[in-house]
């Protein structure tokens, strides 16, 4: 091998690694910046008094009742955090989800104390969906097809744009459907409408997977399926120009915003979905991606810190515009 320096020998004149020297130069070149405000807190409410219920499978993410609730809100904004999804784990559950449509059902009373305490400091947004509220766990009204008892979809639809219309009218800014029905997006979009609430965007889970990630929130909402399973109506994982359909449907039936869920699996998806789409792109970083971390931070295996916000990162730098996430808190702190 010559002895000659490798500036002599043709050694390229690009050097990457220029920008990578002086970390004050990495900060000037970086591509993509995770932001508190890219984050929005998963929060889990129920009934009763000064109820804290830390999810055994989620730590650090609890139940809570109204008034631990708005002090769970409180140290979020104090942290930056000011958007919210809302899931309600009702009193009572029968098969119609009938709880979901009260006036004073959990989350509609939940609506008006976070707004009557934080007025327009927060974003509200409500999961809207049937599976926290019927006793058996699926995410609408059941048939029976052919000898085996199913979903009906279209059954379904009329109660879910009430259930929307009901959140809007307590203080909700924006709804976001969950349950992967054909259709719902339009039956939202033609409720709200009918009720006044023209101006309310939508935020359709339009690429929502059949996944084993959500193990942890199962418990957290207590609503698994207490027969099957979800699979006949969300995605096959194995599927990825199905979502690119499912998503230009919910567009063309007035979705203002979409989704990707489980995120950290689907990163193929989201970037997909945001190359072709010109619209806002959020990504579900669901209960089981946030209890690997965890579990693994515990036992002492990763930094949590840092797996965390690379995480984070990556799902933004996917194309995510916004990311639902449990580790919203825990980044918060960490990103001042």
């Known amino acids: 091998m010559s002895d000659l320096p490798l500036t002599t020998r043709g050694f390229p004149t690009v050097r990457p690694r220029r920008l990578r020297h002086h970390p004050l130069v990495r900060e000037l070149v970086r591509q993509t910046e995770l932001s508190v405000r890219d984050l929005i807190l998963p929060l889990f409410v129920r009934p009763g008094q000064n109820i804290r219920n830390e999810i055994a499978s989620m730590p650090g993410n609890y139940q809570l009742s109204l008034d631990r609730l708005v002090d769970e809100v409180g140290a979020a904004v104090d942290l930056g955090v000011c958007a919210f999804i809302l899931f309600g784990i ?124 959500y193990g942890p929130f199962r418990d957290a909402a207590e609503s698994p399926p207490q027969f099957g399973d979800r699979s006949s109506y969300q995605m096959d994982p194995g599927n990825s120009d199905e979502a690119l359909r499912e998503v230009a449907l919910d567009l063309a039936e007035g979705a203002d915003l979409i989704m990707v869920k489980p995120a950290l699996s689907y990163l193929d998806i989201i970037r997909r979905v945001k190359d072709r789409f010109p619209v806002p792109v959020a990504a579900y970083n669901v209960s089981g991606e946030f209890a690997m971390v965890k579990a693994a931070a515990a036992n002492g295996w990763i930094d949590e810190r840092r797996v965390t916000l690379e995480i984070l990162t990556s799902i933004k730098r996917a194309g995510a515009d916004m990311i639902l996430t449990y580790h919203a808190l825990d980044a918060a702190r960490w990103l001042r």
């Not at 939940?110 to 809207?128: N, S, Y």
Request: aromatic content about 8%.
């Open 90 to 213: 009702p009193g009572y559950k029968d098969a119609r989800g009938s709880s979901a449509l009260e006036e004073e059902g959990i989350v509609q009373q939940a609506l008006r104390v976070l707004r009557k305490t934080f007025g327009e400091r927060i974003l509200l947004i409500t999961d809207e969906c049937f599976c926290e509220y019927t006793d058996h766990g699926h995410c609408g009204i059941l048939c029976e097809v052919g000898g085996r008892t199913e979903l009906d979809n279209d059954a379904t639809l009329p109660l879910l744009a009430a259930q929307c219309v009901s959140h809007a009218r307590a203080g909700a800014d924006m709804v976001a459907p969950s349950g992967m029905l054909d259709g719902m997006v339009q039956a939202i979009r033609q409720g709200l409408d009918a009720a006044g609430y023209a101006w309310l965007p939508i935020l359709s889970y339009a690429a929502k997977y059949a996944s084993g990630f």
